[in-house]
């Protein structure tokens, strides 16, 4: 199963209490995360996520409100001692940037960092049990999006019933596989006597910032979860427009075009106090609609 | 009056709820942030202080807990629509990693940047109220501390009593400087009948993250209030010296031997839950002294 917690989800300046986007996607081995605003690290000892287990970082884009805080969190994690490799992607100029404040601190730091530039759509990082891909989205400058795809799971075997068969061990994987087995007498053993099904692999889509761009439906078509920014509440159409942004119903739009299961917005214009306004909009469109509040836990 | 509000005040890594080194001097028109650890933007929010207010920045050295914070409020102040320009002393290297992720965002600010190289020792910014001038501290990188000295206040006049002694306004400013007036009649009208003692003028020393030095002593000699580090406690003083920090009875030796008036530490290690113990020890040495606690707002 993946849960996605949010650590942040304002746009541009922090206010109101809330604070720069980031987000981490997790399974039961890893943590990735997602964009990492200023304060991303405290947010982190905030909702108990712990720094070490965090094994790839992915920035979508260089304005600072999406990565001010990702020097402060390598640093940190150096300071503590981390020595597993890191993977970090984002846009080719961001290890420039890192590296300059690392020589300016005279730093090295004890662990590496694999550092994957963005350039091409397509599959970027590929786990046993995820497979993350990058795609471009429309913003002022390079802005890319990713969809984190669950592999599909193995069965879940039933050892008590598979040795009653005298199922060798050997013979698991495929078990976990779905293959039937035929034992030394020429019986077929069904595979679903010695197995049960496996959870279904999930997805989410993470839609960074953008302009409208009916496009990105066909690329994030069908996840379990999409996460669309809406900078703006629907009255403001032409001011998204003209800053790369988008508005809640444009926002839903896409969940109703791409027929995701779920969406969740953010991205919130400092301009907005009060947040009711974004769900209600957003729901006149797409109902399954929740707003990416900080603190907020999303089981896929 | 100056007042000094501390906006953080914990080294390397945030912890235990503090935050990294950041604190503000005011005085009724300007402000002077000193420092600007990540999250430095949303602590002063937090204590009120209006971004506009800044004027001038000072950074003292380019270890990330003193100044990952600072590109954000950068570009915030920008983003609200800043046009006054802004005064940034640091070292030389500050303005590339600014520039860097500046020309990585695409962003142009609407407000000038007046960059100033910390090199030599001496005075670094001289304003009708306040001279700064800068020092170097002995830390693993270059690091620089900082003096503040408001300059003498001129002698506050009574209108009623001027007028009633015929003087002209023409005189007034050799009446702020303490000159006596002679009228037409020949006769003296001493200055302390027409004016009244000016407040004295004050002094803040900040001195970053250093070794012990008592060299120290000798250039902060006498302030009103002296900032200096103490990341450890006493037993530790080995380990401070090989990571060029102090401890609790050096920054209160430094105090004692500059015989100034009153002592405030900070930079607590991220090692130390509780701070109790740093006020004990310090006070040990020299009585007169405070922890540099967020939130607190020192009059000087």
């Known amino acids: ?69 990702l020097i402060g969190l390598l640093t940190s994690m150096g300071l503590i001692g981390r020595v597993a490799p890191l993977h970090l992607h984002g846009p080719a100029l961001l290890i420039d940037i890192i590296n300059l404040q690392l020589k300016a601190a005279d730093t090295k730091l004890p662990y590496e960092i694999n550092f994957h530039p963005l350039g091409e759509e397509g599959v970027i990082s590929d ?94 078509k069908e996840v379990d979860l999409l996460y669309h920014e809406a900078t703006y509440l629907k009255d403001l159409e032409q001011r998204a427009a003209d800053r790369y942004h988008s508005t809640t119903h444009q926002a839903a739009r896409i969940a109703n075009l791409a027929e995701v299961k779920k969406l969740i917005i953010g991205h919130f214009s400092s301009k907005y106090d009060e947040l009711d306004s974004f769900l209600t909009e957003a729901r006149e469109v797409f109902d399954n609609c929740e707003l990416a509040l900080e603190g907020t836990c999303f089981k896929i």
Chains 1, 2 share one sequence.
């Open 127 to 220: 786990d046993k049990k995820i497979r993350v891909e990058c795609f471009k989205v429309n913003h002022r400058i390079d802005c890319w999006g990713f969809i984190f795809r669950e592999k599909k799971n193995p069965r879940s075997i039933d050892p008590v019933r598979a040795k009653a068969y005298e199922i060798p061990a050997s013979y698991y994987e495929a078990l976990q596989k779905g293959a039937d087995y035929t034992n030394k007498k020429g019986t077929i053993i069904p595979n679903s006597e010695v197995t049960s099904a496996a959870s279904s692999a999930k997805s989410y889509a993470y839609c960074a910032d953008t302009i409208y761009n009916e496009q990105i439906a066909t690329i994030v």
């Open 1 to 69: 199963m993946l849960s996605l917690t949010i650590l942040g989800s304002n746009s541009a300046i922090p206010a109101h209490g809330r604070n720069p986007t980031a987000q981490v996607l997790q399974n039961q081995d890893d943590c990735y995360l997602i964009d990492c605003g200023e304060g991303t690290q405290l947010q982190l000892a905030r909702y108990k996520i712990k720094r070490s287990k965090i094994s790839h970082i992915f920035i979508s884009h260089l304005h600072g409100d999406h990565y001010f805080g």
